[in-house]
């Protein structure tokens, strides 16, 4: 990332000076050609008057002064050699046509001495020789063999005049022109951005650390109950409000922790209170209800414990059936207990009656069962044990009382309590037999498959018998 930022830093610098150097070498250029400019008018300027006619020859190029032909020599126009004739050293030499011959002009080099310039370059060319120069080494040289940054320009006699700067040298000032926006940059990346470059490095760096932080105080938290986060050094003097906002966090959120953790345990300690109080009472109701079976029992003529046994039985065999809804198990609790409470209402002639009971008498005992709902009706949220209450005498073929019903009809629970209750009497004396065998008893129910309960029923209940003699899974 850092590396992409200082990429585009560089070649930002790199345009920048490009830029720089195209408008310096305008200037130079500008300047060459203003020199230019003054250099071509000076050297016209010299051949306005006839200050340098030096000789007046005729049409064949005779002198007569110094009685030499120069036709093999001289044209007309400017002339392209150096040597002096009436000058020693070199000159510049221009033949003009008049009418009756030919007028010779010849400056002198030292003429144009004063217009030399130490960094520019002069130069007079004809017919791409250079016959004039500030540079004595380039006299006679051909124009096009010099590389130059050059303008050029022609005088009204035709010479051809150029100034220019050599290339090398020209790449030399531009590189010493652009060299303090070099250094800027230098300056500008190692000591501003390389700077800011670290300071950020050095910010992401702390950030990451305290998402780190709070990353394991959110874990503590989870898996312990602590948060703590903060207490750490931050060298990043931007960092220190955070840090002294998240200590504050800290500081709150374990006050608050602590608070809620206090809160809890006594809540824990209000519901265990509250546990105790309902398992004492829940025994209480249970004793009282126990005992108010066992008053009915008493009128019956049944031997105690008969309501206990059903209570057991009946359990077993519910969770042999894999009941485990809170509220059925109590209601079979409850209603096994209570499955006769309606006796209470039948007379104690019928209910002792050592002889078959007359069919109007039976008619009379069947109520007890509707007697018993009534009586537990009454008690709110009790419809389960009325259920039990009501229909603990149904037989599985419809043929039981007090409303018939057969099958799915009849809930589970109350089977559950009959085929318990069923087993129990069998088992305990009456007053017009004696109590059966364990085994007969079973003989006597297996007959009753079918007719008063469901094969599936008396399995389970065989099941539970076997659990409960040979104490297994007494809890
Ligand atoms: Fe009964
Ligand atoms: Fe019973």
């Given at each position: 990332m850092e590396k992409i930022k200082g990429f585009y830093l560089l070649m930002l610098i790199l345009v920048l000076i490009f830029f720089q150097i195209l408008l310096f070498n305008l200037i130079i250029k500008d300047s060459l050609r203003e020199s230019g400019e003054v250099f071509t008018s000076f050297l016209s300027n010299l051949f306005k008057y006839d200050n340098f006619v030096v000789s007046k020859l005729d049409v064949k190029f005779n002198d007569f002064n110094l009685n030499q032909n120069f036709s093999s020599i001289l044209k007309e126009g400017p002339n392209d050699y150096v040597q002096g004739i009436y000058y020693p050293g070199n000159t510049l030499k221009y033949v003009k046509k008049v009418y009756d011959g030919y007028l010779l002009y010849e400056i002198p080099e030292d003429l144009i001495?004063?217009?030399?310039?130490?960094?520019k370059l002069y130069l007079v060319a004809v017919n791409n020789k250079i016959i004039f120069s500030n540079r004595s080494s380039l006299l006679g040289s051909n124009l096009s063999d010099i590389k130059l940054f050059s303008v050029i320009f022609e005088t009204k006699q035709g010479f051809k005049v150029i100034v220019g700067m050599p290339i090398v040298k020209v790449i030399i000032f531009d590189f010493l022109f652009s060299l303090p926006l070099v250094l800027l940059f230098v300056v500008f990346y190692y000591l501003i951005f390389k700077k800011y470059s670290k300071k950020h490095e050095k910010m992401i760096t702390s950030i990451n650390e305290v998402v780190k932080r709070l990353d394991e105080a959110n874990q503590s938290l989870i898996e312990n109950g602590k948060f703590e986060c903060c207490k750490y050094d931050v060298s990043i003097p931007e960092l220190v409000p955070l840090k002294t906002v998240l200590e504050n966090i800290e500081n709150n959120f374990s006050k608050i922790i602590e608070k809620q953790r206090n809160i809890a345990k006594e809540y824990k300690k209000a519901i265990d209170e509250l546990e105790i109080v309902h398992e004492v009472l829940l025994n209480k109701d249970l004793e009282l209800i126990t005992a108010l079976a066992e008053t009915v029992e008493l009128k019956d003529s049944v031997t105690g414990n008969h309501s206990k046994k059903v209570v057991d039985l009946a359990l077993e065999i519910a969770k042999i059936l894999g009941v485990n809804d809170k509220d059925e198990i109590e209601a079979i609790m409850y209603g096994a207990i209570?499955?006769?409470?309606?006796?209470?209402?039948?007379p104690e002639s019928i209910l002792n009656k050592p002889s078959k009971l007359t069919p109007e008498e039976f008619e009379i005992m069947k109520k007890h069962t509707i007697l018993g709902e009534k009586i537990i009706q009454s008690?709110?949220?009790w419809d389960l044990v009325a259920d039990i209450i009501r229909h603990h005498h149904e037989n599985y073929d419809g043929?039981?009382?007090?409303?018939?019903l057969s099958g799915d009809e009849i809930s589970l629970r109350a089977q559950i309590v009959s085929i318990a209750d069923v087993f129990t009497a069998l088992t305990e004396d009456r007053p017009y037999r004696k109590a059966l065998s364990i085994d007969e008893a079973i003989e006597v129910i297996r007959g009753m498959v079918g007719t008063k309960f469901s094969e599936e029923i008396f399995n389970a209940f065989l099941k539970a018998l076997d659990r409960l003699l040979n104490g297994v899974d007494k809890g």
């Open positions: 001495e004063p217009q030399q310039s130490s960094n209570l499955h006769d409470i309606g006796k209470i209402g039948i008690i709110p949220g043929s039981g009382y007090p409303d018939g």
